[in-house]
Antibody, heavy 122, light 111 residues
């Protein structure tokens, strides 16, 4: 059974940093692109970033470029999101999701974790 | 970059059929595949349609997807509505600048 379990969320002050983790199990983690998708309270879904199987390619939504870094450790079956210079508008539930290729480079998200809440507030 | 526009909400009665639209702002809707996700209150999203009209295993055939080039939109149709279908539905597609785009979501109420 595919499982994605996020952790690391919490309350942080504007300008602060936080590192999210996603523990994957039930599939060969190193064979899949992985993404972070967020959802602000009462709002819709927003793709944040994704990373190739070997970490050699990474893409980000414009609003987080230069502030967020996605990474992975295939030996630990784990995905990470380092978030720096956090802003109030980064407040959201952050989901880890597995990417499934339709036709390169089109992917969709077939499994999602339960999410971890990040609140940026003073 | 393009945007995907969905109606904010739709409602229909149990047993009826409802269609949710997703209109692409620029570029052809047929250029990239469209997916649909269901998010029930308090839960994570799940895929109900991928590749415009494919259903993952376990998704009932009451759910169907289509695209219409004349209106540059995709549609999710749910027939034989059940109260358990009440949820938020999001369309999603790929932008060629390595961006994965979601629609704003549609709240489906099954009265």
């Amino acid at each position: 059974e595919v499982q994605l379990v996020e952790s690391g969320g919490g309350l942080v002050q504007p300008g602060g940093s936080l590192r999210l983790s996603c523990a994957a199990s039930g599939f060969t983690f190193s064979s899949y692109w992985m993404s972070w998708v967020r959802q602000a309270p009462g709002k819709g879904l927003e793709w944040v970033a994704n990373i190739k199987q070997d970490g050699s390619e990474k893409y980000y939504v414009d609003s987080v470029k230069g502030r967020f870094t996605i990474s992975r450790d295939n030996a630990k079956n784990s995905l990470y999101l380092q978030m720096n210079s956090l802003r109030a508008e980064d407040t959201a539930v952050y989901y880890c999701a597995r990417d499934v290729m339709i036709v390169d480079p089109e992917y969709y998200f077939d499994y999602w974790g339960q999410g971890t809440l990040v609140t940026v507030s003073s | 970059n393009f945007m995907l526009t969905q109606p904010h909400s739709v409602s229909e009665s149990p047993g009826k059929t409802v269609t949710i639209s997703c209109t692409r702002s620029s570029g052809s809707i047929a250029s990239n595949y469209v997916q649909w996700y269901q998010q029930r209150p308090g839960s994570s999203p799940t895929t109900v349609i991928y590749e415009d009209n494919q259903r993952p295993s376990g998704v009932p055939d009451r759910f169907s997807g289509s695209i219409d080039s004349s209106s540059n939109s995709a549609s999710l149709t749910i027939s034989g509505l059940k109260t358990e279908d009440e949820a938020d539905y999001y369309c999603q597609s790929y932008d060629s600048s390595n961006i994965w785009v979601f629609g704003g979501g549609t709240k489906l109420t099954v009265l």
